[in-house]
């Protein structure tokens, strides 16, 4: 009873302690070269995109494709380090509205698709890049 | 009657035409001049399909989005035909709703209710119909149930739905107190995006019997009650999902007992202007007839 009890509280502890970093999702999105060739899709996919091609018009896209690679990396949990700015911060003065956030995640899915991510893998991914609606659009 | 359902589709079909003509004409610039309010920028599924009483929703749920497809900076119209194939009754219902910068939503639908045999049996006449109109108002409050992924908070609107429905001597004979009421209803409506689930729960305040098409409040209870919606919906796909409904309704006649409905449905979004609900409904007795369950096919088409 008492092995019980400590055991339910280690499992406490653990439920409470800061989320580590669960790289599920990063292996269910096929690890960094999937990922990073996910990023570089969906960079095509923008360029290619009338609704938001002109954003891009001042942007190193090398970098840009680099930076999305090393940011999905991290969102899905894997081992990287985003070397960008915040979100805020890289997206202030672009006067982006939710049509175009929304343009980027239906690029983002496309590429998705386009790289055999199953929907739901999808979802578990786009989740975790939904609320950076708040700081990406600001008009 | 029917006059006012084709002008309601004609108005569609030429925004949908006229706007299909904006971005064709600004294709190669990227900039929609001209129909630019309309601009579909939300995402597909994100507003619903169109309800019973014809607010954005599921099938028999109202939920907290806004119809349509326009963002905080667009609108969004869509108008409806529904079909409910019950065993002893049939329903028609047609409506128009608009979105308003994904904040505000008004909708207007018509319901045919034909009593097929049963107004035989009652006297009234085979096929004896019951016409109501409802205007709907819907304002959304706080939350959005797409963006706000890093919290539980719900989507969540207020809205009123203002019904009134013809022969109201004879709802006033089964013993309705009027034959117009107003519902009043609060809708909280959740995406959990990692579980690929949409969830609603709405409380709505109403007096209706049957929806209204048996009048509002009753000889057993005439006044307001307390009512449940909830539905559940997992997405399968950008394009397809399957869900269910329950929604409780009041019991306000002596004559005939009301039950509880629910339903079964599949939505399909083939684009962002047309979709399809079929559905599995079950809206228990209505009258003199038990069991009323059978097919709900819904077709939306928007701008």
């Known amino acids: 009873m008492r092995k019980f009890g400590l055991a339910a509280a280690a499992a406490l502890t653990i439920a409470a302690a800061p989320a580590r970093a669960d790289d599920t999702l990063f292996q269910d999105m096929g690890g960094q070269d999937a990922i990073a060739k996910i990023a570089s899709d969906t960079t095509d996919n923008f360029l290619a995109d009338d609704r938001i091609k002109a954003t891009f018009d001042n942007t190193n896209m090398d970098r840009f494709r680099k930076l999305l690679a090393e940011q999905f990396c991290v969102v899905a949990g894997g081992p990287c380090t985003y070397t960008g700015r915040n979100m805020h911060d890289a997206h202030k003065g672009l006067h982006l509205d939710n049509a175009d956030f929304n343009a980027v995640v239906e690029d983002l899915q496309k590429a998705m698709d386009k790289d055999g991510v199953s929907f739901a893998t999808q979802n578990r991914f786009l989740a975790r890049l939904a609320p950076m609606q708040h700081d990406v659009v600001t008009k | ?303």
């Not at chain 2, 409806?80 to 329903?91: G, K, M, N």
């Not at chain 2, 706000?148 to 107190?177: E, W």
């Not at chain 2, 409904?245 to 079964?264: C, F, H, Q, S």
């Open chain 2, 1 to 303: 009657m029917r006059v006012k359902h084709y002008a309601v589709w004609s108005a569609l079909f030429v925004c949908i035409a006229a706007s299909a003509a904006a971005d064709d004409a600004s294709a190669p610039g990227g900039v929609d001049q001209g129909m630019a309010m309309f601009d579909n920028g939300k995402l597909l599924a994100t507003g619903g399909v169109s309800s019973l009483e014809g607010a954005g929703g599921g099938g028999l749920s109202t939920w907290a989005l806004i119809t349509g497809y326009g963002t905080r900076d667009g609108v969004g119209v869509d108008g409806h035909a529904t079909y409910i194939s019950l065993p002893a009754y049939s329903l028609w219902t047609e409506g128009a709703a608009v979105g308003l910068f994904d904040r505000v939503e008004l909708s207007y639908t018509h319901l045919t209710f034909n009593t097929e045999n049963v107004g035989a049996a009652l006297g009234l006449g085979k096929n004896f119909e019951f016409d109501q109109d409802v205007y709907g108002a819907k304002i959304k409050l706080i939350g959005d149930a797409v963006y706000d992924q890093d919290s539980l908070l719900p989507q969540i609107a207020v809205g009123a739905q203002y019904k009134t429905t013809d022969h109201g001597n004879i709802l006033h004979a089964v013993g309705a107190k009027s034959d117009n009421g107003t519902d009043y209803y609060i809708a909280a409506t959740k995406l959990f995006l990692a579980e690929s689930l949409l969830v609603d729960v709405t409380l709505r305040e109403t007096k209706a019997n049957q929806f209204g098409i048996l009048g509002f409040g009753g000889d057993k209870h005439a006044d307001y009650s307390t009512q449940v919606e909830g539905s559940a919906a997992y997405l399968f796909s950008r394009q397809f999902a399957l869900g269910a409904e329950y929604r409780t309704k009041p019991d306000n006649l002596g004559i005939a007992k009301e039950d509880d409905a629910w339903d079964v449905f599949a939505a399909y979004f083939f684009n962002k202007h047309i979709s399809l609900t079929a559905a599995w409904l079950d809206l228990g007795n209505i009258v003199i007839k038990d069991h009323q369950n059978g097919a709900y096919l819904s077709l939306q088409i928007g701008e």
